[in-house]
Structures are given as C-alpha cells and as structure tokens.
C-alpha cells in the first residue's frame, strides 16, 4: 500500500500574520470603488477607438479566429458563444448571446456587424430563437474595416483571464464604430447613449478635420447634421441636437413617418379616412407601441380611432389606425404624436473609456479621439510592412549574392563536411550573415533556373521601392495622411448607403410646445399667484395659523398692531408683512424640518398654515415662522431642541430650497424643535430654562460651530430633574431680556451684568422671578406687542415698553405667547 500522507496543520487563527484589522466603511469603499471601475471599463461603456464593448470585441476576435469570414459557410451560435466563453469571456452564456444577437439585428445597428441567419428578434420585440437554432458570420464591414489589420501588429494582446490564450485590448478599427452603430450602456454611477450615424457623412468629417484641424463648429455640424437611426423616422433639428455634439449631452425630439390615407373597409362599405405609419422611432417596440394605444383608446385618453391594424410584411412596416367616419386625421395625427411614443426625445449622452477613464465627449472630441488612433495604427501597421519588407530583402539580396558567384557557392558546399561549416563558409567568403546563408542552403534548385534569377532581381527592386514608400510614409506625416483619406474614401465607397433619417426643422418648438401644455409646476404657479396680488397688500399670519393677504384699509381696521385688553379679539397676529417685498418665510416644525411657506395662493385663497406647506408635513406642528434675509454674510441659523441640544446651519443652506420638506435636525425619539433663532457672528446668544436659569455665550465657531444638516449638535444646557428648556434668544445691542412667568409677571432684564459662559456651563440665575414661580417666556426687548392666546380662544396684546415689572394675567392657561415687533423687520 503506498505510504500515507501526513496531515497539514489547520493554520492558527490567532496568528497575527494573517489577520489584519481593517475598519468597516474602508473596505466597503474599497471594494465599492473596485466593482465600479471593474463594471465602468470592463463590462458597461465602450472604448472611443473602436466603439466596442469587452464582450462585443471578444466575439468579434473569436469569430475571427474560427475563420467565419463572409466567404465561409454560416457556424452555429452556439460554437461562437462556447468558444467566447471558454477562452475569453467567462460569464454568463446569456449574456454573451445577447450581445452577440445585437451585432447581428439590423433594427439595432446602422452598420451590423454580424451576418445573421435565423430568428434573431425583431422590431416588435420578438425574443430570438435559441443560439442552438441561430447561425452567424462576420459581416463584410466587420471583416474589411474592423479586423483585416489585426495581424500586422496593429494594437496590444494581453493574456485572457486564466493567462491560456492572448486577446487584443483593441480591435485595428478603421472607421468609427460608435458613431456609426451608437452604443447604450449602464454603469455604476453613469450611463452613455450614443445614436448612431450615416457612414459617409462620418467618414466626410473625419477627412475634413484631417484636412483642416481647425474646422469651426458650425462646418462640422453641417458635415454631421444628426443621427442616422436604423428604423428611419424623422429627427427634430435645434437646440437639443446642438448641445448633444458640442457638449456631448442633450435631448435629440424624435418621431415617426405617417400620413393620411383614404381606405376602403370592405365591400359595400364607405371610404374611411387612416393615419398610416411606416416607421417607428429608434428602439420603440411596434407591438409594444399598438398595445399602448390601443389601452388609451379604450380608456378614452384618444378619440377618433375606430381599429388599429398591423399589416407590416416583407417590403416594410405599414400600422393603419382606421378612423370613425366623423374623426379629423389630422387632429388623431396630432394626438398620437403629443400622447404616444410615436414623438419622443432620445437622451443622448457620447461618454465612452479614452485611455481607461470614462470621458463625455463632444462630436468634435470622439472624431479627433479616432483619427488619433487611425494614425497610431497606420504607423504601426506600417513599420510592421517595413520590417518584413526588409526582412525579406535582405534575403533576396543574400539569394543574389549567391548567383554572381555560383560555382563558388557549390564548390564551397561540396568541399563542407557538414552544413554548420557550409554556412561558415559562405559567410566568410561571400560576406553574407547567417539568415542569408541559411537561405542560400536552402534554395530549391529550380532558383537555378534563368527565369527564377530574373524573378529574383525583379523581387529585389520592388522591395527597394516598397521600403523606400514606406519610409516615406513614416518620415513624412502628410503622406501618411493622405493615405489615410485615400482608405476613408474607399471605405465610403464600399459600405456607404443613403441616410434613411430624415432631419425635419422645428425641434425648438416642439420643446416650447410641450412645455407649454405640461401642467405648470409649484415655482410657475407661485409666481402667477404673487402677480395676481395687489401691490400694497399685506401678508399677515395669526396665531391660530391663519394665513391671509389684505389690503391696507382692512388691516387698519383690525387693529391688530395695537394693544388690546384680555377677551375675545382676533386671532393676534405673529407676522405683517408688505407683499411687494416678496418675503420668503421658512416654516420650522416640532420633527425638525423646514419648508418654504408658499403664501402667494393665500391672495385667493386663504386658510392655515398645513395648507400652505409640502404634503410631507402633515401632522407637524409648526413651532416657529423665519423671515429669510436677503444677505446671508455672516448669518446662520441656530436650532435650538428641547433636550438642550443647539446647532447652527449656515443661511445658505436655506437661500434654494426646493418645494419639498427638508430634514435640518437629527432628533432623538421624545425629542423635538424648540426654537430657531437668526445668528450674527459675535452676537450674544441666551438660552433659558422654565426655572430661570440663564446661559450667555458669544456666537462664534467655537462655542457654536457650524454644522450639517444630519448632525445632532453639541449639548448647550444640561437640563436638571423637571427642568425645560423656555427660550432662546439673539440679544440686540441694550443686550436686553424680557421674561414672562408662569404667574403673569413680565419684566425686563440687562443681560450685560450676567457673564459669559461656554457650552455646558451652568449659567445665571434670572433676577426678579419669584419663588417657585415658572418661566413660560423670553424673548429679545424690542419696542412691540407681547401677544398671549389662551386655550379658551381669548387674547390679549400688550405694550411691552409700558408693562414691564407688571402683572398681565394668569399664564397657566396660555396656548401661545409670542412678540409682534412693530417697528422691527418682522422677525419674531
């Protein structure tokens, strides 16, 4: 029996050389960034030399290499897709079919580069028959412009994925491929969607920028005026397809072919109009698009339309949407064009790899990328023509040699004892090097003839000249330019058809017109609102919530700027505004978030405050109303919670802010928004608490930094057993407090005396409180109303400059209690 194996050790897992800590959210980027660059360059965009994706260019290579050239017999799908697989790309079978099937679909690409034979799908999205069934081959444009170079040491191999065979990083493209067949992709964080294109009006701009590197854009546009799709339609010129080739994305309007046609129905039956479609736009499935209208028909979205028939064969597409007797086709025509696909925009996006790195391109960028690697490869391509060419002139000169001076060369071979001392002395005595001996040791004896020897010296002469043409060509780039222009041209002439896409004028205005017929959005309809409004109108905002626009003459009757004794007064008002300002006030609710109040609908119709906020707030309490300055230097906005919690944002984040509720506050749970108050770098800041103890700190990045919207804040007050936080305030220049407690006192304080305290300190307790009494209020001292609404509905407004150090009423009661300033900016 053989002898057994002796048992490896299980390695230690405590041993410290292979374990290595590393913190969790590196490696997630890591390994993040990893996937994407390996889906961005290896799987998803194209590369801008031969516009060819690594699957794509892998089956055109394999196909290449089983020798299914256009001359040969069709090979089973199956043979390419296996051979795809084992030796290049190991992926999905699927997958490699899918793309394979897309070379060969001629509603897919302009220029295919497959020839098919089979079921391959269609345009009414039919899947193709199993690669089992199929049958495929290169096609003449793939064979001639896209691999014929490939052996003349054009482009770089590199090693497959198990290091067994070597695969080109790129094919020797003589044309450029993604222009001509566009390209779809999806990566990790980017897309591309390049149309495709005529070949002839390509190839006529790349020879026009070899001519003129310099060539304005709007020659270029003229040269390359759109896309070129494979199903035809037609292609609404402007704006969109301008930004699309100067800056390498935009939106390109797009529609079908149809005309008006008169039918006959059936026999004894009435003439009836049709609108009659014969090509659909690029990538719109025909059934798909039947279906689809035929459901708006149903649900009456469309009328007109009595029967929707397909009567597409062999010679084209033809779909006859038959109309009632009593219908105007050109208004149905109308209709399918603005609510189908039958007019639709293509977004087009020109990003593709150049040098590994995905890049967005302009039209101008992609041709000069590829007429730089067209020259790279003809310089290539030539050298590697140049070193044969002189290869196998040294050799005839060598053969030549040996003529002159045969009966030497055959005594020499006689007289040798074996070849190694034959080819030793040719060298030596005829002056030749050893790659000219070993040919001369080897020439048949027919070179012998006279014939052969003039066919020597004839071979002889046209390498002379065929390297000197080559040199010329690499010491002398207009040659080598013109050669490339010379191969353009013959290519144009080979593969080159008529644009099938028609280019229609009118682009601009079909935007204008959809824009126009779309609903209008929040921002429109606001400021059709505001221009509706009076000009000396008055926003004003109440503290039930009302929200409501009025006149001058009304607002002086309300009184609501004026103090008014405890009973049953309107609603006071929190904010009174002038319109012609446009005032933007931000709404802070209890979770933490913000809104833009969208007040100018209140001029027709007015309501509360939920009713002009995003749906998203519903069930909030809106606990403060901001006025937002026009100039935000040196301003931020500080969030004061009621755990004691205190955060600024900058102004800035609140200048853009969208129609949509916006998260400004982590809030732990029980937590929720106290007050939010207007921050002036080195302005004082007090905070106070429902026992009368006060905390002054200066505003600055020190004590208050600065911080993001998801931060929490740092802790300010640390609040005691059955403490709360009551107030917090920006202290003006008297740096002067008023106070309101729970037992109806209200008086004012000079902060001044109190002193400074950093964050977390304990602070001052406020004078003249009483004992055990409760603080319900503070607020900065300003010349203005002290307002209070009670839960019974009863309000009273009092003059705060008169009422200090005096008793109101009972404030146990209170429902809301704010300052109306009436001579400030508004600002509570």
């Known amino acids: 029996m053989p002898k057994a194996r002796p048992k490896q050790p299980l390695p230690d897992p405590s041993d410290e050389r292979r374990i290595q800590p590393i913190e969790l959210h590196q490696e997630m980027q890591r390994s993040y960034l990893e996937y994407a660059m390996s889906v961005i360059v290896g799987r998803a965009l194209p590369d801008a030399r031969d516009g060819l994706k690594p699957v794509q260019r892998r089956i055109l290579f394999a196909m290449h290499e089983l020798g299914l050239t256009p001359d040969r017999p069709y090979r089973k799908c199956a043979r390419v897709v296996g051979d795809v697989l084992g030796k290049y790309h190991p992926h999905g079978d699927q997958a490699v079919y899918d793309a394979l099937v897309r070379l060969v679909q001629t509603f897919a690409s302009r220029n295919p580069l497959l020839d098919g034979h089979g079921n391959f799908g269609s345009v009414d999205d039919d899947p193709p028959a199993a690669m089992r069934y199929t049958e495929t081959r290169l096609a003449p444009i793939a064979n001639e412009a896209m691999l014929d170079e490939i052996g003349s040491d054009t482009v770089d191999f590199a090693n497959n994925f198990d290091g067994s065979q070597q695969e080109p990083t790129v094919l020797p493209a003589q044309l450029p491929f993604l222009l001509l067949n566009g390209c779809t ?52 010129t402007g704006s969109g397809l301008r930004d699309t080739y100067l800056y390498g994305r935009g939106s390109i309007p797009m529609r079908g072919v149809a005309h008006i046609e008169e039918i006959q129905p059936g026999k004894g039956r009435h003439k009836r109009g049709a609108v009659v479609i014969t090509e659909l736009p690029y990538q719109l499935s025909k059934a798909g698009w039947i279906e689809k209208l035929a459901e708006q028909v149903n649900d009456g979205k469309i009328n007109g339309i009595a029967d929707i028939r397909d009567e597409s064969d062999r010679e084209g597409m033809r779909v006859v949407v038959e109309l009632r007797r009593d219908a105007n086709p050109e208004k149905v025509l109308a209709d399918l064009q603005r609510r189908t696909a039958l007019q639709s925009n293509y977004g087009a996006i020109l990003l593709a790899l150049v040098h590994g790195k995905p890049i967005q391109l302009s039209l101008r960028q992609l041709l000069q990328e590829f007429l730089d690697y067209r020259e790279l490869t003809i310089i290539r391509r030539t050298k590697h023509a140049l070193k044969r060419a002189e290869d196998r002139l040294e050799v005839v000169e060598g053969l030549i040699t040996a003529l002159n001076a045969l009966q030497r060369v055959i005594e020499m071979i006689t007289a040798a004892p074996d070849a190694s001392s034959a080819k030793a002395s040719l060298q030596v005595h005829l002056d030749i090097n050893e790659r000219q001996a070993d040919a001369v040791l080897a020439m048949p004896l027919r070179r012998l003839t006279g014939l052969e020897q003039e066919s020597l010296r004839k071979e002889a002469d046209d390498l002379l000249q065929e390297r000197a043409r080559l040199r010329h060509l690499l010491d002398e780039r207009p040659a080598l330019l013109d050669t490339m222009v010379a191969e353009f041209k013959a290519l144009k002439k080979r593969f080159a058809t008529p644009r099938r896409t028609r280019l229609v004028e009118g682009g601009d205005e079909l935007v204008a017109q959809r824009t126009a017929a779309q609903r209008p959005n929040t921002e429109l309809l606001r400021q059709r609102a505001f221009e509706g409004l009076p000009s000396d109108g008055r926003l004003v905002i109440q503290a039930d919530g009302q929200v409501k626009v009025v006149g001058p003459q009304l607002l002086g009757r309300l009184h609501l700027d004026e103090p008014a004794p405890l009973g049953d007064n309107p609603s006071p008002a929190r904010l009174i505004l002038p319109i012609s300002s446009r005032p933007a006030l931000l709404a802070f609710t209890d979770a933490g978030r913000v809104a833009l109040l969208r007040w100018e609908f209140a001029g027709q119709n007015p309501g509360t405050l939920e009713k002009f906020l995003p749906e998203g707030m519903s069930g909030e309490r809106v606990v403060q109303l901001l006025p937002l300055p026009k100039e935000a230097e040196g301003k931020s906005v500080g969030l004061l919670s009621s755990d004691g919690r205190f955060k600024r944002l900058p102004l800035a984040d609140f200048q853009d802010l969208s129609g949509r509720a916006t998260s400004v506050l982590k809030l732990k749970e029980g937590v929720n928004l106290k007050r939010v108050v207007l921050c002036q770098e080195g302005a004082d800041l007090v905070v106070g608490s429902s026992i009368g103890r006060l905390l002054r700190l200066e505003v600055n990045e020190e004590n208050l930094p600065v911080m993001g919207r998801n931060a929490q804040g740092p802790v300010l007050l640390r609040l005691l057993t059955g403490e709360e936080i009551c107030f917090g305030a920006i202290l003006n220049e008297q740096k002067e407090l008023f106070l309101a407690s729970e037992n109806g006192i209200c008086h004012k304080i000079d902060v001044a005396t109190y002193r400074k305290n950093s964050r977390g300190q304990i602070g001052s307790m406020a004078t003249g409180l009483s004992l055990g009494s409760k603080l319900v209020f503070g607020s900065e001292f300003v010349s203005g109303l002290l307002c209070i609404e009670f839960k019974d509905g009863r309000s009273i407004r009092i003059d705060m400059a008169s009422h200090t150090q005096q008793a109101t009423c009972d404030l146990k009661d209170s429902k809301t209690i704010f300052v109306h300033p009436t001579l400030g900016n508004g600002e509570e």
């Not at 897309?191 to 495709?196: G, L, R, S």
């Not at 590197?213 to 709007?218: A, F, G, I, N, V």
């Open 185 to 236: 992709g999806i990566a990790v964080g980017m897309a591309t969607n390049i149309p495709p294109h005529n070949l002839g009006e390509v190839v006529d701009a790349l020879i026009a920028l070899v001519r003129k590197p310099e060539l304005s854009d709007e020659k270029l546009l003229e040269l390359v005026p759109g896309p070129d799709f494979p199903t035809g339609g037609e292609v609404l």
